[in-house]
C-alpha cells in the first residue's frame, strides 16, 4: 500500500507537470493570474487535459483502449518523476517557503487541517459508493479496456470520464490515485479564496469547517475535483475583466472545455454547463467576441458531450434527444425506477436537516454547516454582487426543483458564495457574531478530521495495518474476504450472484449486483430481460450477508438453492464513522441450479 501512494504522488506530480506545460504552451498564465496562482491550479488542468485525452479512447477504441492508458500512465509517471528530479530543491525548501505565523492560530489551524485532509485522501478506498461501483468500473475498464455496462448493475449506468482516471491508477498500481486528486480539488478552491486576500485564513476556515469535505475527499467518486473546476470557471468568467479580446477569446475556451469535461464526469454537473456555459455566451456576446467563439464552442461540445451522447445512443438504441436530459434511457422500466431513486434520493425531509445541520451526528460528514448562509451577506450590497447572486440562486433553485437537492449537490452554490465573497471584499459586511459561529463549528468539527487521518492513513503503512483498517472502515470488506476465501476452496471463478453491495471486493469481479432486487421485480414477466442476462451469466452460487436472505429465497429458492457454506459473524455493518459502528451479521453462501431459470424464478400467475 505505501507504494501504491508513493506511485500516486508520482503521478499526481505528472499531471501538474501537463498543466504547467499546457498553461505555458497556450498562454493561459495571463488570464489565470487575476484570479489565482497558476501553480495552485496546475493540477486541475493537467488532470482535465488527460481526461480530454483518454476519455474519447476508452469510448470509441474498445478493448485495446486499456493497452494505450496503460502507455499513458507510464507516459504520467516518467513526467512526474522528471518534475520532481527538477523541483527537488524547491521541495526541500517547502518548509522555507510556506512562511506560517505562529502567532495566527486560524492560519495554523488551516494549514494543519489541510494536511489531515491529504491523510485522509491517501488513505485505503473506504467509501462505500466508490467500492460499490466507482472502482468497479476502474478496475474493469483497467482489465478490459471497454466501460463494464450490466443490465442488473444500475449503478454501472452512472459511468462517467472519471472513471478512466481510476483506471489509470490501477494500471499503474495504486488505487488511492482518485481520491488524491479530489485533494488537488480542495487545493485549487484555496487558491482562488486566498489569492491577493488579507481575510484568507478566515474564508479558509469557512470553507474548511463544512463537515461534508471528509466524504468528497475521502473518496475516489469523482466529483469535488469537478466542483473545484466549476469553481474555477465561475471565478475565470465572474471575476476577471480584460480589454483584450485575444485574452477573452482564451478565456471563454478555456471555461466552455473545462465545463464540458465535468458535465461528462456526472450527470449534475450539466447544470454547471448550462447556467456557466449560458453566462459564457452572454459574456461573449457583450464583449462582441461571439462569432469568433461559436465555431470554437461548438467543436469542443461536439468533441466531449455529444460523442458521449452518441456513444450511448449506439450502444443503448435509444433516441438521442433523450440522453441530453438523463444519463441512461428512462422508457426502460429498470432504469426509470432507478432514475426516481436518484431523483427523491434527497428529497424527503426539511432541507435545513441533511443539508446545512445533520439528520444525526452519524451523518455529520453528510452537511454543509451554516456557512451556506453568507448569501446573505452578498444581499448587502447586491449592485455589486447581482451577477453571481443571480447564476447561485438560479442554481439552488433548479437543483432543488428538478434536480437532487442534497449536501453534495448543493455544495457547489456554496463554494460560489465564498469565491464572490472574497473577491469582492465582503468580509468586512460579515457580523462578528457570525464569523465567530463558524470558526466555532471549525472548532467541532476538527476533531472528526483529526479522527479521518488517524483512523484511515495507517492502511497505508502495511499490508496489516491495511487489512485492520479496511476491516473496521470499509462495509462489506470481512464478507467479501470470507467470500472470496471459500469460492477459492471450490475452484470457481465464474459469476456468483452478490447481494452486498461492495461488490468491487469481489476478487474475480465476475457478478450479478444486488441492484436488481430495488429496481426491478425479476418474478414478473415485465422485467423478463432482466432475468434473461442473469440466466445468460450462468451464475453457480449466491452470496449474501445473513439480512439480505429474503432476496435469495424470494427469488432463487425454487432454483435448487442450498446452502454450502456459512460463518457466523462474518462481518458487521462497518463505518467509517466513529458512532456508525453496526451490529454483527453472517456470510451465506448458497449453490443455484441456473439452468432452471426462468422458470424457477417466475411466479406463478
Same mark, same amino acid.
Given at each position: 500500500?505505501?507504494?501504491?501512494?508513493?506511485?500516486?504522488?508520482?503521478?499526481?506530480?505528472?499531471?501538474?507537470?501537463?498543466?504547467?506545460?499546457?498553461?505555458?504552451?497556450?498562454?493561459?498564465?495571463?488570464?489565470?493570474?487575476?484570479?489565482?496562482?497558476?501553480?495552485?491550479?496546475?493540477?486541475?488542468?493537467?488532470?482535465?487535459?488527460?481526461?480530454?485525452?483518454?476519455?474519447? @479512447?476508452?469510448?470509441?477504441? =474498445?478493448?485495446?483502449?486499456? +493497452?494505450?492508458?496503460?502507455? /499513458? #500512465?507510464? *507516459?504520467?509517471?516518467? !513526467? &512526474?518523476?522528471?518534475?520532481?528530479?527538477?523541483?527537488?530543491?524547491?521541495?526541500?525548501?517547502?518548509?522555507?517557503?510556506?512562511?506560517?505565523?505562529?502567532?495566527?492560530?486560524?492560519?495554523?489551524?488551516?494549514?494543519?487541517?489541510?494536511?489531515?485532509?491529504?491523510?485522509?485522501?491517501?488513505?485505503?478506498?473506504?467509501?462505500?459508493?466508490?467500492?460499490?461501483?466507482?472502482?468497479?468500473?476502474?478496475?474493469?475498464?483497467?482489465?478490459?479496456?471497454?466501460?463494464?455496462?450490466?443490465?442488473?448493475?444500475?449503478?454501472?449506468?452512472?459511468?462517467?470520464?472519471?472513471?478512466?482516471?481510476?483506471? @489509470?491508477?490501477?494500471?499503474? =498500481?495504486?488505487?488511492?490515485? +482518485?481520491?488524491?486528486?479530489? /485533494? #488537488?480539488? *480542495?487545493?485549487?478552491? !484555496? &487558491?482562488?479564496?486566498?489569492?491577493?486576500?488579507?481575510?484568507?485564513?478566515?474564508?479558509?476556515?469557512?470553507?474548511?469547517?463544512?463537515?461534508?469535505?471528509?466524504?468528497?475527499?475521502?473518496?475516489?467518486?469523482?466529483?469535488?475535483?469537478?466542483?473545484?473546476?466549476?469553481?474555477?470557471?465561475?471565478?475565470?468568467?465572474?471575476?476577471?475583466?480584460?480589454?483584450?479580446?485575444?485574452?477573452?477569446?482564451?478565456?471563454?475556451?478555456?471555461?466552455?472545455?473545462?465545463?464540458?469535461?465535468?458535465?461528462?464526469?456526472?450527470?449534475?454537473?450539466?447544470?454547471?454547463?448550462?447556467?456557466?456555459?449560458?453566462?459564457?455566451?452572454?459574456?461573449?456576446?457583450?464583449?462582441?467576441?461571439?462569432?469568433?467563439?461559436?465555431?470554437?464552442?461548438?467543436?469542443?461540445?461536439?468533441?466531449?458531450?455529444?460523442?458521449?451522447?452518441?456513444?450511448?445512443?449506439?450502444?443503448?438504441?435509444?433516441?438521442?434527444?433523450?440522453?441530453?436530459?438523463?444519463?441512461?434511457?428512462?422508457?426502460?422500466?429498470?432504469?426509470?425506477?432507478?432514475?426516481?431513486?436518484?431523483?427523491?434520493?434527497?428529497?424527503?425531509?426539511?432541507?435545513?436537516?441533511?443539508?446545512?445541520?445533520?439528520?444525526?451526528?452519524?451523518?455529520?460528514?453528510?452537511?454543509?454547516?451554516?456557512?451556506?448562509?453568507?448569501?446573505?451577506?452578498?444581499?448587502?450590497?447586491?449592485?455589486?454582487?447581482?451577477?453571481p447572486i443571480f447564476l447561485i440562486l438560479i442554481f439552488i433553485i433548479l437543483a432543488l426543483t428538478i434536480g437532487q437537492p442534497s449536501s453534495r449537490f448543493l455544495f457547489e452554490p456554496f463554494v460560489w458564495i465564498l469565491i464572490t465573497l472574497s473577491k469582492n471584499d465582503m468580509y468586512k459586511y460579515i457580523s462578528n457574531i457570525f464569523d465567530k459561529i463558524l470558526k466555532f463549528?471549525?472548532?467541532?468539527?476538527?476533531?472528526?478530521?483529526?479522527?479521518?487521518?488517524?483512523?484511515?492513513?495507517?492502511?497505508?503503512?502495511?499490508?496489516?495495518?491495511?487489512?485492520?483498517?479496511?476491516?473496521?472502515?470499509?462495509?462489506?470488506?470481512?464478507?467479501?474476504?470470507?467470500?472470496?476465501?471459500?469460492?477459492?476452496?471450490?475452484?470457481?471463478?465464474?459469476?456468483?450472484?452478490?447481494?452486498?453491495?461492495?461488490?468491487?471486493?469481489?476478487?474475480?469481479?465476475?457478478?450479478?449486483?444486488?441492484?436488481?432486487?430495488?429496481?426491478?421485480?425479476?418474478?414478473?414477466?415485465?422485467?423478463?430481460?432482466?432475468?434473461?442476462?442473469?440466466?445468460?451469466?450462468?451464475?453457480?452460487?449466491?452470496?449474501?450477508?445473513?439480512?439480505?436472505?429474503?432476496?435469495?429465497?424470494?427469488?432463487?429458492?425454487?432454483?435448487?438453492?442450498?446452502?454450502?457454506?456459512?460463518?457466523?459473524?462474518?462481518?458487521?455493518?462497518?463505518?467509517?464513522?466513529?458512532?456508525?459502528?453496526?451490529?454483527?451479521?453472517?456470510?451465506?453462501?448458497?449453490?443455484?441450479?441456473?439452468?432452471?431459470?426462468?422458470?424457477?424464478?417466475?411466479?406463478?400467475?
Amino acid at each position: 500500500p505505501l507504494l501504491g501512494l508513493i506511485i500516486s504522488l508520482i503521478l499526481i506530480s505528472g499531471f501538474y507537470s501537463v498543466g504547467e506545460i499546457t498553461i505555458k504552451y497556450f498562454g493561459l498564465k495571463e488570464i489565470i493570474q487575476n484570479i489565482t496562482k497558476t501553480k495552485y491550479q496546475n493540477i486541475l488542468i493537467g488532470v482535465n487535459v488527460s481526461i480530454l485525452v483518454c476519455f474519447p @479512447i476508452v469510448l470509441w477504441v =474498445g478493448k485495446k483502449s486499456n +493497452s494505450i492508458l496503460l502507455i /499513458f #500512465s507510464y *507516459l504520467i509517471f516518467f !513526467l &512526474g518523476l522528471l518534475n520532481i528530479i527538477k523541483s527537488y530543491k524547491k521541495i526541500l525548501n517547502i518548509k522555507k517557503k510556506i512562511k506560517i505565523k505562529t502567532s495566527n492560530i486560524v492560519e495554523l489551524l488551516v494549514y494543519l487541517s489541510i494536511i489531515l485532509y491529504f491523510l485522509i485522501s491517501a488513505a485505503p478506498v473506504t467509501n462505500a459508493d466508490s467500492i460499490d461501483y466507482h472502482l468497479q468500473i476502474g478496475k474493469k475498464i483497467a482489465e478490459n479496456g471497454v466501460i463494464p455496462l450490466s443490465l442488473n448493475h444500475f449503478h454501472s449506468h452512472l459511468f462517467g470520464n472519471g472513471e478512466v482516471l481510476i483506471a @489509470i491508477g490501477i494500471l499503474a =498500481g495504486t488505487e488511492q490515485l +482518485s481520491s488524491i486528486v479530489q /485533494f #488537488s480539488g *480542495l487545493l485549487s478552491i !484555496l &487558491g482562488i479564496i486566498r489569492h491577493n486576500n488579507k481575510n484568507k485564513n478566515d474564508y479558509s476556515i469557512y470553507l474548511l469547517s463544512s463537515p461534508i469535505l471528509i466524504f468528497f475527499i475521502s473518496s475516489i467518486k469523482p466529483q469535488f475535483f469537478f466542483i473545484a473546476s466549476t469553481a474555477f470557471v465561475f471565478a475565470l468568467l465572474l471575476h476577471t475583466k480584460f480589454e483584450n479580446n485575444s485574452l477573452n477569446f482564451k478565456k471563454y475556451t478555456l471555461s466552455f472545455l473545462l465545463l464540458c469535461i465535468a458535465s461528462q464526469a456526472k450527470f449534475s454537473f450539466m447544470l454547471s454547463l448550462g447556467i456557466l456555459g449560458t453566462y459564457g455566451i452572454y459574456d461573449s456576446l457583450r464583449n462582441k467576441i461571439f462569432l469568433k467563439t461559436l465555431p470554437i464552442f461548438a467543436l469542443i461540445f461536439f468533441f466531449t458531450v455529444f460523442s458521449t451522447i452518441l456513444w450511448k445512443n449506439l450502444y443503448y438504441q435509444t433516441h438521442w434527444l433523450q440522453l441530453f436530459i438523463n444519463p441512461f434511457p428512462v422508457d426502460d422500466l429498470g432504469l426509470n425506477r432507478f432514475k426516481n431513486y436518484l431523483v427523491n434520493a434527497g428529497k424527503s425531509g426539511n432541507i435545513l436537516l441533511g443539508i446545512i445541520f445533520p439528520d444525526n451526528l452519524r451523518d455529520l460528514t453528510n452537511s454543509i454547516g451554516l456557512a451556506p448562509f453568507l448569501i446573505f451577506i452578498l444581499l448587502r450590497k447586491i449592485k455589486k454582487n447581482l451577477e453571481p447572486i443571480f447564476l447561485i440562486l438560479i442554481f439552488i433553485i433548479l437543483a432543488l426543483t428538478i434536480g437532487q437537492p442534497s449536501s453534495r449537490f448543493l455544495f457547489e452554490p456554496f463554494v460560489w458564495i465564498l469565491i464572490t465573497l472574497s473577491k469582492n471584499d465582503m468580509y468586512k459586511y460579515i457580523s462578528n457574531i457570525f464569523d465567530k459561529i463558524l470558526k466555532f463549528q471549525f472548532i467541532l468539527f476538527l476533531p472528526a478530521i483529526i479522527y479521518g487521518g488517524i483512523a484511515l492513513f495507517p492502511g497505508v503503512i502495511s499490508d496489516a495495518l491495511k487489512d485492520r483498517v479496511m476491516e473496521k472502515n470499509s462495509n462489506g470488506y470481512s464478507f467479501y474476504k470470507w467470500s472470496n476465501r471459500e469460492l477459492d476452496k471450490l475452484k470457481y471463478s465464474g459469476t456468483v450472484i452478490s447481494l452486498h453491495r461492495s461488490i468491487s471486493l469481489l476478487k474475480e469481479n465476475k457478478f450479478i449486483s444486488k441492484d436488481f432486487v430495488y429496481f426491478t421485480d425479476i418474478d414478473k414477466k415485465i422485467y423478463s430481460k432482466y432475468l434473461k442476462e442473469i440466466k445468460n451469466l450462468n451464475p453457480k452460487y449466491i452470496i449474501t450477508p445473513s439480512y439480505s436472505i429474503t432476496y435469495a429465497e424470494k427469488y432463487f429458492k425454487n432454483c435448487n438453492m442450498i446452502l454450502i457454506s456459512k460463518k457466523k459473524n462474518v462481518g458487521r455493518h462497518a463505518s467509517r464513522k466513529p458512532f456508525s459502528q453496526g451490529s454483527f451479521y453472517d456470510g451465506l453462501i448458497f449453490q443455484i441450479d441456473s439452468k432452471k431459470m426462468p422458470e424457477c424464478v417466475l411466479a406463478k400467475e
